[in-house]
């Protein structure tokens, strides 16, 4: 009998998930949290890869048996029944093989994190402000449409409304690992509303989506951390502008990429409660820290791959929102659909699974799966 190469793939998993269940029960390991989480983790990777293959097994089980059923049963009945057993698992076979075989490409260690969110109004002056307000009413739509949770850290409005910047965070289930791929430069062609001659503009908006910094995997010396309040400006009432809410960190950070030290300077005004303002604050410090050290993981990741799907490359022109045509494009995949309005009121998933499918073709080439 010919030997299946994915099962012989899958040789040994077994044992190393009876270990992992042992690992993570031993009190050594639990003190080490980042180890902890790192098994826990591969636990449940595992664990989904074994479900996965059981059912494979039982599905070639089946058709074996089938197959032998028709080759020594006369029944009439007794041969239907295996022939239709056989058509059902022959016809399903190569779904779960595809499903096993992204299950063993490793996953991105960052896709189950919570995200920060930073949207920069581009080149397009008021225009770009008013588009990167689109944007975060696109997102926190979204994020509403997902049950995730999105908080403010930041915000700096723009002349006419929208934002020149704002920041803030998304906290549910693989939220980094779905809004990933929107990292990157997004381009809007439309009328502007001050534009009296009729004439399309075309301005743009930065989004960064960035892996949110669990508190034990990036070392502050929050000693060195130099605060300061002051009063938040902006709408919410006599509270905001006479209480001292706002806060601003100064960093001294080493980057060990370059030896130098950079002092990072971090706002949070979005609260009326200084404490919250602080944890947001000491939140996206966190993120930026681990974002900057693990660049050239996210680097490697990019020589690797062509799409550029969910590198975090800032500076690429991803997408295109067309007004005049309510048609949007994706240019790293060739996606394009005419539903614009539908997509600024967050209906963006059908254009996120397309660039995860993208991604997992990617992936299994390159695992040679």
């Given amino acids: 009998m010919t030997e299946n190469p994915l099962l012989k793939r899958l040789d040994g998993l077994d044992a190393r998930f009876e270990e992992i269940g042992t690992l993570i029960t031993d009190p050594d390991v639990i003190a080490d949290m980042k180890r902890y989480v790192k098994l826990t983790k591969e636990y449940k990777d595992l664990e989904r890869i074994l479900e996965a293959t059981a059912k494979y097994r039982k599905m070639l089980a089946d058709i074996n048996d089938a197959k032998s059923v028709l080759e020594t049963e006369t029944d009439d009945e007794l041969r239907q029944m295996a ?58 739509k979204y994020c509403e449409s997902k049950g995730w ?8 409005p723009g002349a006419v409304g929208g934002f020149k910047e704002i920041d803030f965070s998304v906290t549910g289930d693989n939220v980094y690992g779905t809004l990933k791929y929107e990292s990157g430069v997004h381009r809007v062609q439309r009328v502007p509303a001050t534009e009296t001659q009729g004439r399309v503009h075309t301005s743009a908006a930065s989004v960064a989506v960035l892996p949110e910094a669990e508190p034990f995997e990036v ?20 509270n905001v502008n006479k209480v001292e809410s706002g806060v601003r960190l100064r960093y001294p950070w080493k980057n060990p990429n ?18 919250k303002n602080k944890e947001r604050a000491l939140a996206r410090l966190r993120t930026f820290i681990y974002d900057r050290e693990h660049q050239k993981y996210v680097d490697d990741i990019a020589s690797r791959r062509k799409t550029m799907v969910s590198t975090g490359d800032r500076s690429a022109k991803i997408r295109t929102y067309n007004f005049p045509q309510g048609r949007i494009t994706d240019h790293r995949i060739g996606y394009t659909v ?31 799966l």
């Fill in 83 to 140: 022939k239709e057993e056989l058509d059902t698992n022959t016809a399903a076979l190569p779904e779960m093989e595809q499903t096993i075989k992204l299950l063993l490409v490793p996953e991105d260690p960052e896709d189950a994190r919570n995200a920060i969110v930073e949207i920069r109004g581009g080149t397009g002056g008021d225009e770009a402000a008013l588009f990167a307000g689109d944007l975060f009413r696109m997102y926190a």
């Fill in 149 to 156: 949770k999105v908080e403010i850290s930041s915000s700096s």
């Fill in 219 to 238: 070392d502050i010396n929050e000693g060195e951390i130099k605060w300061d309040t002051f009063r938040s400006g902006g709408a919410g009432g006599q």
């Fill in 258 to 275: 370059t030896g130098v030290v950079e002092e990072i300077l971090i706002e949070s005004t979005e609260t009326r409660d200084q404490p």
């Fill in 338 to 368: 005419y539903n614009l309005q539908a997509f600024m009121d967050g209906d963006i998933q059908d254009c996120i699974d397309h660039l995860i499918v993208a991604e997992n073709a990617e992936k299994l080439k390159a695992n040679e």
